[in-house]
């Protein structure tokens, strides 16, 4: 029973559906480091939020450790470079607290604009300032959303609805997207002499740690007020602190800080500051969504299916013309690795048709897991597949081509003695092999099949029914392909079962038949 820790808060049926799925849940709240460093030993799973940190240390004292799942989208707390090497998948839950965190940089913004916490605690002071805590409308004003991704984009179409003017930097939006949100593209410098609000959405990385600092801030239009609900960091707390006092910058909203726990900052003093200890995903809805989605890419991971947000293999990036094909790349690889008797030394893979061009690494991922999985013990996933192929030697090859002769989309596999190629055909897009050795065939990959080179005459077909007949064993549906230069041909038999030893013996030593292979997929 693979077992499940879990390290910090999780939603009851994020928790129900991991034990329903066969794991052992470990619940360990509020591990130390060096606790944590014990308690990963003999985990195949970590769930964890934003508190548990996952470093090399931690991957190193994990094993067994298949997968790491963070119950939210930040992966800040996770060294995905040194689980990637590990082959330990990451994911993350990337579109479960995407509201939650919108709706709270709209929270900030008018918390700012209208100065409410501060009002209300000078109320239940016994203080009525009403006209110290004077504010400004958001109507009318100009918005400047650093990051437009999945969260900066609601939070524009909200700010829209309020009559604001916006505008945004993003480096990898299109200028055409960004007009079709209503969101006028500007660089960084005149997006803060612009703005009259700015609310930032960007992940904290190496490019972006530090990035609102003294120099940028010195730029910005005189009563700027800025919201902050990505990262601690990306603001630089003391540099925005001065430039409050300066009265360069109005005010601040911060739901996020540098270090976090935190009861410590310049800025908590400074009475034109909001903030709110990191609460963009503290609603019931957000924890709900989290709890369940990261449970879904767990138990997918642990099954060794393919994972969608899984982040260190760019898994949600693929295509939906791409998609379909993952399966079939899977059991090309299988097949081969079964015609090959093991792990060949090359591996060819060739893309031809609408596939060319679309991004089809997933796809060689998925072969390179076929391929391990059926030639090697080792467990094998979409991430530790080029590690393994890496450590055995295996040369991978790729060609594309967006001329397919005979399909619209063919996927085809060569090692040194084999090769094998399929498509999806037909209104339900099943998944068919077209050719394996260079013979042309047409027929769908099964969970047991018989591969048979023979003469090509007569009377070979009763030869092999015979065969397996005696033995039981039923054919589900046969190919027969012949070669170019019609001396040979190659029969692909789909059976209902693992074919016994003595019936490969049989067609192995029959007249006419010179090789016999099969594949149990």
Not at 30 to 51: D, F, K, Q, Y
Not at 112 to 117: G, K, T, V
Not at 363 to 376: H, N, Q, R, V, Y
Not at 394 to 419: I, K, M, P
Request: proline content about 5%; hydrophobic content about 45%.
């Amino acid at each position: 029973m693979p077992r499940v820790l879990v390290t910090e808060k999780l939603a009851q049926r994020g928790l129900d559906l991991l034990a329903e799925a066969g794991h052992e849940v470990d619940i360990r709240l509020g591990l130390s480091p060096e606790e944590l460093v014990e308690a990963v030993a003999g985990a195949h799973a970590l769930v964890i939020r934003s508190a548990t940190t996952v470093t090399a240390e931690v991957l190193a004292a994990a094993g067994d450790l298949v997968v790491v799942g963070r119950a939210g989208i930040g992966l800040d707390n996770v060294d995905v470079e040194a689980a990637t090497a590990r082959g330990v998948m990451v994911v993350n839950a990337p579109q479960s607290n995407i509201l939650s965190a919108a709706e709270q940089a709209m929270a900030l913004l008018l918390a700012q604009a209208r100065n409410i916490p501060q009002a209300h605690a000078a109320l239940v002071a016994g203080k009525w300032e009403r006209s110290r805590w004077e504010g400004v409308e958001l109507h009318g004003k100009t918005l400047g959303v650093i990051g437009l991704g999945r969260v900066g984009a609601l939070v524009a179409q909200r700010a829209l609805a309020f009559g604001m003017r916006l505008v945004a930097y993003d480096p990898y939006v299109s200028a055409e997207r960004a007009r079709h949100m209503g969101v006028e593209l500007m660089a960084l410098d005149d997006l803060m002499a612009q703005s009259d609000f700015v609310t930032v959405h960007l992940p904290k990385n190496a490019e972006t740690l530090g990035l609102i600092g003294a120099d940028l801030l010195a730029k910005a239009k005189p009563g700027l007020r800025i919201v902050n609900t990505a990262r601690g960091g990306i603001v630089d707390e003391e540099a925005l602190a001065a430039a409050i006092r300066s009265g360069t910058v109005q005010g601040a909203g911060l739901d996020v800080f540098a270090t976090e726990p935190t009861t410590e900052s310049p800025l908590f003093s400074l009475p034109s500051v909001v903030v709110t200890p990191h609460l963009g995903a503290s609603t019931v809805e957000a924890q709900d969504k989290a709890g369940v989605t990261i449970a879904e890419q767990v138990i997918l991971a642990l099954d060794g299916d393919f994972v969608p947000y899984a982040v260190n293999v760019a898994a949600s990036d693929v295509s939906e013309t791409v998609r379909p094909f993952m399966g079939l790349a899977e059991q090309l690889g299988r097949i081969l690795a079964c015609l090959e008797g093991g792990m060949p030394d090359t591996l060819g893979i060739e893309y031809e048709g609408g596939l060319a061009g679309t991004g089809t690494g997933i796809l060689t991922l998925s072969a390179l897991k076929g391929l391990f999985a059926a030639a090697t013990e080792d467990p094998v996933s979409y991430v530790n597949a080029p590690q393994l192929a890496a450590e055995r030697g295996l040369e991978v090859r790729e060609t594309s081509s967006v001329t397919a002769h005979d399909y619209v989309n063919l996927v085809t596999l060569r090692s040194g003695d084999h090769a094998v190629s399929g498509t999806l055909t037909g209104p339900r897009t099943e998944p068919h092999l077209v050719m394996l050795d260079d013979h042309t065939v047409e027929v769908p990959p099964a969970p047991h099949m018989v591969v048979v080179r023979n003469d090509d005459r007569p009377g070979m077909i009763g030869v092999v029914g015979t065969v397996l007949g005696d033995a039981g064993v039923s054919i589900s549906s046969m190919a027969v392909g012949p070669s170019a230069t019609g001396n040979t041909a190659l029969m692909v038999l789909t059976v209902d079962g693992v074919v016994p030893a003595e019936a490969l013996q049989r067609l192995q030593t029959a007249d006419g038949i010179s090789d016999v292979a099969t594949v149990d997929l």
